[in-house]
């Protein structure tokens, strides 16, 4: 089975901090992703990436930043977070485009 | 990408079999459907997808229809876990990206 792991799944930070979310998948796949998702608005994408060090913008980037240092780990990095960043935040990989993703459990950031 | 259309809700009883639609009738001739749920806190979980035949797996059956317009998801016998919001999604052969629309939220009754 994929197994797909993020770093808490319960996170409270201040305004301004700098917030580290971190995905780590044990199956080899070419492609992680991060999405948000809010009441109402559904899950958005914000990053990709289908490479070691290649990253692609999705719908929604402005705020974050992503890292790719290594295959099996993905970071979304909040450079100073705001209260409209309190999301639950979503990791996701994908064996090869076209292919079905496999989700982790979420992690339900509070922005305060 | 292509848009989908499927009904906020819907009810189940137990154990009795759950046809959910959706209509793409925008759909391109390369585009998939993929179906997924997302249980109550988790994340989404990947159902089936199909391309033009319809298909099976342990968790569900897809059917498609011969215009490609409509599908519909079948769980042939649901069961209390089966009770989640379930996403129709279009994704083209080559695309890395799901847009997912708000879903049917499925109750299940005993």
């Known amino acids: 089975d994929v197994k797909v792991t993020q770093s808490s799944r319960y996170l409270v930070k201040r305004t301004g901090e700098k917030v580290f979310l971190e995905c780590v998948q044990d199956?080899?796949?070419?492609?992680m992703f991060w999405y948000r998702q809010d009441p109402g608005l559904g899950l958005r994408l914000i990053y990709f990436s289908y490479d070691v060090k290649m990253k692609e913008k999705g719908d929604i980037p402005e705020g974050y930043s992503v890292s790719r240092e290594k295959k099996e780990r993905f970071s979304l990095i909040l450079e100073s977070a705001s209260t409209n960043q309190t999301s639950m935040y979503l990791c996701a990989t994908q064996p090869g485009q076209g292919y079905e993703q496999y989700f982790g459990p979420g992690t339900r950031l509070t922005v305060t | 990408d292509a848009k989908t259309t499927q009904p906020n809700s819907m009810e189940s009883n137990e154990e009795e079999p759950v046809h959910l639609p959706c209509n793409h009738s925008?759909?391109?001739?390369?585009?998939?459907i993929h179906w997924y749920r997302q249980l109550p806190s988790q994340g989404p979980e990947y159902v089936i997808h199909?391309?033009?035949s319809n298909v099976n797996n342990r968790m569900a059956s897809l059917a498609i229809a011969e215009d490609r317009k409509s599908s519909t998801l079948i769980l042939h016998r649901a069961t209390l876990r089966d009770a989640a919001v379930y996403y129709c999604?279009?994704?083209?052969?080559?695309?890395?990206?799901?847009?997912f629309g708000k879903g049917t939220k499925l109750s299940v009754i005993p």
């Open positions: 199956m080899d796949h070419e492609n």
């Open positions: 925008t759909i391109s001739g390369t585009d998939y």
């Open positions: 999604i279009l994704s083209g052969a080559g695309s890395y990206q799901l847009t």
């Open positions: 199909g391309l033009t």
